[in-house]
Structures are given as C-alpha cells and as structure tokens.
C-alpha cells in the first residue's frame, strides 16, 4: 500500500513564528503536492513537485514555500505564520504519468495559528 | 474558468436507506472523473474513477454513474451503513493549455448515517 506520511497530525503556533510540515511517501512517486482544507470551501492547491528540486505555484501560494530535496519528501514553510492559516494541511503524491493518476493523501496536519 | 459543483451540500441519512450524490462539472476537455471518500480527520481515498467511456462503474455497495454529453457524475450508496459517514469529494482531471493534466475539486457532501 502507498503511504504518504505527515509529521504531525497536531500543531498550534504563535503569529511570526516558522512552520514547518513534512510529509514522506514511500512509492516512489514523481509528484508530491500540499492542499489547505478549509470548510466551506473545499481543497485547494498551494503548491507542486513533479521532480527533485522543482516546484510550481498552485492556486494559492501567497505566504507559503516549499523545499523538496529528496523525492520521497516535500516540505511545506510558512515563513511568518498568521492567523488566516490556521487550516488542514493535506499532503498528496502520485505517479507522474497518465491523466488518471490518483492522488494518495497524508493523514493531514491541522495547524491553528494564535 | 473549469468548476465542479457538488450537491447537496450536507446529508442525513438513516442507516439502512440509499442516498445519491450529484457532480456537475464545467471541465473541458474532460479527461476522467474521481470520486474520494474522506472520512472525519482523515486524508481522502480514491472510491472509483470514471473515464469518457464509461457510463456506469461498481465497488461493492458504491455505484458510480457518468454522463460525459451533460456532464454530470453521480455516487449511488446502497443499504448505507453508519461507516459510510464522511465528506465525498468530486474530482475532474481536464487537459490544461500547457498539454499537462489539471485537477479541478469540488467542495464535497457531507454525508451522516444515523442509526
């Protein structure tokens, strides 16, 4: 079975300080991607990776980086954490080829931001 | 601009009873359609994909349904069980300008089993 692991389940972080959440996948998969959940208004796409040392903006990554060093693992860093990113974070990966690829989620990481 | 609507939006549901959940979707050019099953706290999980030529697809209790002319999807739950609670997430995979292959989500239903 593919997994795709998240470092922590739980985080609470004071505005200013640097977060970071890691996330791990052990299939050998190319892309590896980080989504915010909110209520209301579904999972939307921070950023992507579709190979070592590269990544691409997805719909809102304003506030946000990313570092993937290895393939198996995709950092998110939110450098200066506020409170309006206080969310889920999802983290997914899948192969790179075809157009029904499946994404394989983390467990998710909620993060509140006080 | 691609948009998948779900509906409806939350559900209540005795267990026993079906239920069906709607996806419409405005992708084009479509490439397939998923349906994921994300239960509370958890990541979502593929249940089914549905391509262009398929109109109706099965996995065990789930029933999946694709009407690409109009562009609508359809999860049939049959006999549901309090397990079956959870968010349903409509996913379309349409190709983008740049010759690669975009996901465009829905917001999900929100389905509750009660006993």
């Known amino acids: 079975d593919v997994k795709v692991t998240q470092s922590s389940r739980y985080l609470v972080k004071r505005t200013g300080e640097k977060v970071f959440l890691e996330c791990v996948q052990d299939?050998?998969?190319?892309?590896m991607f980080w989504y915010r959940q909110d209520p209301g208004l579904g999972l939307r796409l921070i950023y992507f990776?579709?190979?070592?040392?590269?990544?691409e903006k997805g719909d809102i990554p304003e506030g946000y980086s990313v570092s993937r060093e290895k393939k198996e693992r995709f950092s998110l860093i939110l450098e200066s954490a506020s409170t309006n990113q206080t969310s889920m974070y999802l983290c997914?990966?899948?192969?790179?080829?075809?157009?029904?690829?499946?994404?394989?989620f983390g467990e998710g990481s909620r993060l509140t931001v006080l | 601009k691609n948009q998948v609507e779900q509906s409806p939006q939350s559900l209540i549901i005795l267990e026993g009873k079906n239920c069906t959940l709607q996806?419409?979707?405005?992708?084009?050019?479509?490439?397939?359609l998923r349906w994921y099953k994300q239960d509370t706290g958890r990541g979502p999980v593929s249940l089914t994909i549905?391509?262009?030529?398929?109109n109706t697809k099965s996995n065990g209790r789930y029933t999946a349904t694709l009407d690409a002319d109009t562009k609508q999807s359809s999860l049939h739950i049959t006999a549901s069980q309090l397990s079956d609670s959870a968010s349903y997430i409509c996913?379309?995979?349409?190709?983008?300008?740049?010759?690669?292959?975009?996901?465009?989500f829905g917001k999900g239903t929100k389905l509750s089993v009660i006993p």
């Open positions: 997914a990966s899948s192969l790179r080829q075809g157009p029904s690829r499946e994404l394989f």
């Open positions: 299939m050998d998969h190319e892309n």
């Open positions: 996913v379309v995979s349409g190709l983008s300008g740049a010759g690669s292959y975009q996901l465009t």
């Open positions: 549905m391509t262009f030529s398929e």
């Open positions: 990776s579709y190979d070592v040392k590269m990544k």
């Open positions: 996806c419409n979707y405005t992708v084009s050019p479509f490439s397939n």
